[in-house]
């Protein structure tokens, strides 16, 4: 089997993105703590017809109205944002290289491989949260790399027989074992 520069280079490449995945998803954000500038973000305000002067002002909001639910969906969004973002320069290299006149043919397969199993992990996170949703959980998220899944729900509380259907539900969409799914509630 001849293994030259270009399946060598794909190798390389496949190889460091696979890394630099590994190492966002493990990596907590670098972001500002913006809590300082959104003090009111979430907030209710009454609206009517008047207008605040210096004699009537606005209603203020109460210290630590600020919802958990909302802190909680602020980060599932982040999350699914993040997760989309590696997800689609995965794919996005993955065609590339699948796409490219330059290509070998083993690299070429091997990236359609690559591709396709990225597609199918897709698909089986995205059925897992919602048939997780529909078990009454708020949200839900799912990772699955490396033969395990780790999910992170919100909303209901996990107790035994819920923790159980959870990874029936992982095992039945994806074949990993019990022993290899961790459940979060937060």
Known sequence: MKFGKRELVVSLL???LGGAVFINWQMPPDTPDNSKYDEDLGTAHYVNASIATKDTPAPTPAAGTESSSSQESEYFSRVRLER???QDEL???SRSV???ENTGGEAKAQ???QLNELLSTINKQSNVEGLIISKG???CIAYIENGECSVVVT???LKSDTLTAIKDIVTTQTGITFDKIRVTQI
């Open 91 to 93: 794919l996005a290299l």
């Open 98 to 100: 699948a796409e490219s």
């Open 14 to 16: 496949a190889a460091a």
């Open 137 to 139: 959980f708020s949200d």
């Open 155 to 157: 909303g209901k509380e």
């Open 84 to 86: 989309q973002k590696t």
């Open 111 to 113: 990236a359609v491989r």
